[in-house]
């Protein structure tokens, strides 16, 4: 199992400040396949980054992913007070085929 | 634009059944894969699994023995059951489209308390 470890657990920062996520993979991630997620209180998961650096539709380019193999970015320039949620990296194969990290939380 | 509703009862007794629909709309199921995944109160998410249009399906090892995930293509909908329950399987459960290697889009979840 390719197990995903997030720092920090917490970060707290102000609007208009640049945020930098961690996801380290314990093993090389294939392809690149890692994902980044945002998900506000009592809200679902909405998929931000695919292939490690391309954001999804409608995503604005204030988010950008980065990295390869074991080691991933979750960079938020300019933070809006909408971007405060928790964050979770994803990784694509192995078993189980799907893994999460445990989180980021971003708040103010 | 494709949406995901996921329904079935919120409660379920010790060691009984958890079962769990998610219809699709804005598009066909026949095509991509079709997850669940749950999240724990206060906790981070797991994948529970995943099956393919044609019926194939695929489970997280520490869930396989409990978990059967369907495909209803007719009424365009799939479902999950997680047998012989406990209190840690109390959870919100989202359903999601798999595609490209990702989980896109979401169902908005179904809160699925274990308790007698």
């Known amino acids: 199992e390719i197990v995903l470890t997030q720092s920090p657990g917490t970060l707290s920062l102000s609007p208009g400040e640049r945020a930098t996520l961690s996801c380290r993979a314990s093993?090389?991630?294939?392809?690149?396949?890692l994902a980044w997620y945002q998900q506000k209180p009592g809200q679902a998961p909405r998929l931000l980054i695919y292939?490690?650096?391309s954001r999804a539709t409608g995503i604005p380019d204030r988010f950008s992913g980065s990295g390869s193999g074991t080691d991933f970015t979750l960079t938020i320039n300019r933070l809006e007070p909408e971007d405060f949620a928790v964050y979770y990296c994803?990784?694509?194969?192995?078993?189980?085929?799907?893994?999460f990290g445990q989180g980021t939380k971003l708040e103010i | 634009q494709m949406q995901l509703q996921g329904s079935g009862p919120r409660l379920a007794k010790p060691s009984g059944t958890l079962s769990l629909t998610c219809a699709v709309s804005?598009?066909?199921?026949?095509?991509?894969?079709w997850t669940w995944v749950r999240q724990p109160p206060g906790k981070g998410l797991e994948w529970i699994g995943e099956?393919?249009?044609?019926?194939?399906?695929n489970y997280n090892p520490s869930l396989e023995s409990r978990v059967t995930i369907s495909i209803d293509r007719p009424n365009n909908q799939f479902s999950l059951k997680l047998n012989s329950v406990t209190a840690a399987d109390t959870a919100v459960y989202y359903c999601?489209?798999?595609?490209?290697?990702?989980?896109?889009?979401w169902g908005q979840g179904t809160l699925a308390t274990v308790s007698s």
């Open positions: 994803q990784q694509f194969g192995g078993s189980p085929k799907y893994t």
């Open positions: 093993q090389s991630v294939s392809n690149n396949y």
């Open positions: 292939g490690a650096s």
């Open positions: 804005g598009g066909s199921i026949s095509s991509d894969w």
């Open positions: 099956i393919s249009d044609s019926g194939k399906s």
């Open positions: 999601a489209r798999a595609s490209n290697k990702v989980l896109d889009p």
